[in-house]
């Protein structure tokens, strides 16, 4: 059987099936990546509900993994080499996947680049963007009387849908045919400016039908519908 005694996550979540890949997470944009991408490639995995909202992913154990504190976070017993390799940001997670499946990811080298800055443009200006608006519309920043902040990542956040309104355009993914890592970092991320955040109106989503139809297709997944109830909450 496959010890992960090395590893004190693996103490406070202890690993029912210690030989599969074990996912620390919590069903967040950044959370659900993971577990929608690994029911996209099939891989074997066990999820880990790491509770945000208990402060969870501030303990020792956690960060032994991840020391951003952050969620999401994986330890993949069956890592290169045979080797164990911890990992977190949902960024490099996907793109381990990407590699470890052969899947999710253009093999021509030019489009393979080009789906990865997908990715960083979602790490790098969507979830930022997106998760200020959240911030400033819906929780503590609302109570600020001073609009500017919240009008300042309004706006930002309507140009990047536009960027994204525009790389749509006649497209049916990201990279056109190909659903790959850079539909999967963004779509939860989009739901929730909608959704959760209850932004849509704000941010003018209605003059985005691109993004609003590839949102649509991404969600109707069979993997989407079930990876972003993974882990579930308690």
Same mark, same amino acid.
């Given at each position: 059987m496959t010890d992960l005694s090395a590893f004190p996550i693996a103490a406070r979540w202890p690993a029912k099936h210690p030989d599969r890949l074990q996912l620390y997470s919590f069903p967040t944009p950044n959370g659900v990546k993971i577990s929608i991408a690994l029911e996209e490639l099939g891989l074997p995995y066990e999820p880990h509900a790491v509770n945000i909202s208990k402060n969870e992913s501030w303990t020792p154990e956690f960060l032994s993994l991840n020391p951003n504190g952050k969620i999401p976070a994986i330890l993949d017993p069956n890592g290169p080499g045979g080797m164990p390799l911890a990992l977190f940001e949902s960024g490099a997670i996907l793109l381990y996947l990407a590699d470890k499946t052969g899947k999710l990811l253009p093999s021509d080298p030019i489009l393979r680049y080009e789906a990865i800055q997908w990715v960083f443009f979602q790490m790098a200006a969507i979830g930022p963007m997106f998760g200020q608006v959240g911030f400033f $519309? %819906?929780?503590? /920043? %609302?109570?600020i009387a001073d609009k500017r902040? !919240?009008?300042r990542y309004v706006d930002e956040s309507k140009r990047l849908l536009e960027v994204l309104e525009t790389r749509l355009t006649g497209r049916e993914w990201l990279m056109g045919?190909? $659903?790959? +890592?850079?539909d999967i970092a963004?779509? /939860?991320? *989009?739901?929730? !400016? +909608?959704g959760f955040y209850d932004a849509g109106e704000l941010v003018g989503i209605k003059d985005f039908p691109n *993004? !609003?139809?590839? !949102?649509?297709r991404g969600l109707a997944r069979p993997a989407t519908q079930k990876g972003l109830n993974i882990p579930p909450r308690d």
């Open positions: $519309y %819906k929780f503590a /920043g %609302k109570e902040p !919240l009008n045919e190909d $659903y790959t +890592i850079a963004h779509l /939860g991320w *989009v739901r929730n !400016l +909608i *993004v !609003l139809a590839w !949102l649509e």
